[in-house]
């Protein structure tokens, strides 16, 4: 179940573990995307900065995405307008256009796979959704377009086209980027404290500090056990399956998703709240046999997403009352584009600049929203359910997932395997008795 981007990539540099006490400007945790960029724009800049991993960089979710650099998020934008407002909208857009403009500036140096795509969210009835977007972005005087005839293997109502996206390799991307950072991988927190962070084989104190951990781990600030939910998806890459330029995905959240790599295509989908059952593999292997029978599975793998509340991730000071204290999580299945938006913008808050989207990701923003009861009832739903095993994280009982072989939490997202090792967070550790057989 290792990703094409894990079988394709060239070997990543690697780093030392930390090894005694240290001390830096910014500590940055979490070597995925947004870490190593954040880490990126401070080592430009001549800050004096530290990145720890757990395990190696790359190697969370990073390594599981699609890889589509775009700032067409479903049909977002008329949700953003409808909960946000107009301006809200706007500037989410010009946050994620740039984040792109980034990308293609730094993928010029790079052998990273970088192609320019348009991308597609159709709907296969809703022709009036697709209406309903198309009329704000033409508010935002943004040059999307509808389109209805599509090279999919099925019929739609339409598509949302947005034109000069692109996709890449991001491991090959990540290697090229990472290579001169100031990195220590096998360097697991295991306490965060104010101005410090403790290891098993140090501790390393800092001004500031930046969790880019995908799930935030400290649940003493900022209630992200309230604010977030999970969401697993699933990958095949077929080889044989006809070429189609462009990225397709479905405005139906359980929908399906399109791009190629090279000779293979990307067929994702069967998504569900993590600790809740789906269609998965069995879905992606159904509609692949269905529409491409010439076709050979080479590669399968899954991962999942942190949901907000509202419609936008939480990029900024952790809470109100951590003023040194960053976070970056809910990029809401889009993380590529996500992570450069948020590497943006906190790079700038740690060196006391202004950044013109912080207010927009304040993490501080209200938590009113239909979302958070949902959560709250799923949470209280699952510590009341006595069933072992429970997840280390805040006790709720954990679900088998029968396809991955895994033990998964319905409340926040932990993942453990089946003899209990911790595979995804915001859980720390592993389980500490290991689950009946299945």
């Known amino acids: 179940m290792r990703s094409l981007w894990l079988e394709t990539s060239p070997k990543l540099p690697r780093f ?100 320019e795509q348009d991308a597609y969210v159709y709907s296969l009835d809703r022709r009036d959704k697709l209406e309903q977007e198309l009329d704000t972005l033409r508010a935002l005087d943004f040059p999307a377009e509808l389109a209805l005839q599509l090279p999919l293997p099925f019929p739609v109502a339409g598509a949302v086209r947005f034109p000069h996206q692109a996709q890449f390799h991001p491991l090959k991307f990540l290697a090229a980027l990472s290579k001169d950072l100031h990195i220590l991988e096998h360097s697991k927190v295991l306490e965060l404290r104010p101005g410090a962070a403790t290891t098993q084989r140090g501790v390393v104190r800092a001004k500031k500090i930046i969790v880019t951990t995908h799930f935030p781990f400290l649940n003493k600030h900022g209630s992200y056990f309230l604010k977030l939910y999970q969401h697993r998806s699933y990958v095949l890459a077929l080889q044989g399956a006809p070429s189609f330029p462009g990225m397709y995905v479905d405005e139906a959240q359980d929908g399906l998703s399109f791009r190629h790599w090279g000779n293979l295509l990307l067929l994702g989908g069967g998504g569900h709240r993590s600790g809740k059952q789906g269609g998965g593999w069995a879905q992606l292997t159904s509609v ?151």
């Open 288 to 438: 692949a046999q269905r529409h491409f029978p010439q076709a050979k599975e080479v590669y399968r793998w899954a991962t999942q997403d942190c949901m907000p509340l509202d419609h936008l991730p939480y990029i900024g000071p952790y809470s109100r009352h951590t003023p040194a204290l960053f976070v970056a999580t809910g990029f809401q299945k889009w993380g590529m584009t996500s992570s450069m938006v948020a590497a943006r913008v906190l790079t700038d808050l740690v060196q006391g600049k202004d950044n013109p989207y912080a207010a927009l990701f304040s993490p501080s923003r209200s938590m009113l929203h239909p979302q958070l009861a949902c959560n709250a009832l799923e949470a209280s739903a699952n510590l009341l359910t006595p069933t072992v095993p429970r997840c280390p994280h805040m006790g709720c009982a954990l679900k088998y997932n029968p396809q991955e072989h895994s033990w998964d939490c319905p409340c926040h997202g932990s993942r453990f395997s089946q003899a209990g090792k911790l595979l995804d967070n915001p859980a720390t550790g592993d389980l500490r008795r290991q689950p009946p057989p299945q």
């Open 16 to 115: 030392p573990a930390l090894d005694q006490d240290k001390e830096t400007e910014v500590l940055i945790i979490g070597g995925g995307m947004a870490g190593v960029l954040c880490a990126y724009f401070l080592h430009q800049a001549g800050v004096d900065y530290l990145l720890l991993e757990a395990e190696t960089v790359g190697s969370g979710i990073t390594q599981n995405t699609t890889a589509k650099l775009t700032s067409q998020h479903g049909l977002l934008y008329h949700q953003l307008k409808r909960v946000h407002g107009l301006e809200a909208a706007r500037s989410y857009l010009e946050a994620n256009q740039a984040a792109l403009a980034q990308y293609r500036h730094l993928c010029q140096e790079m052998d990273c796979d970088f192609q």
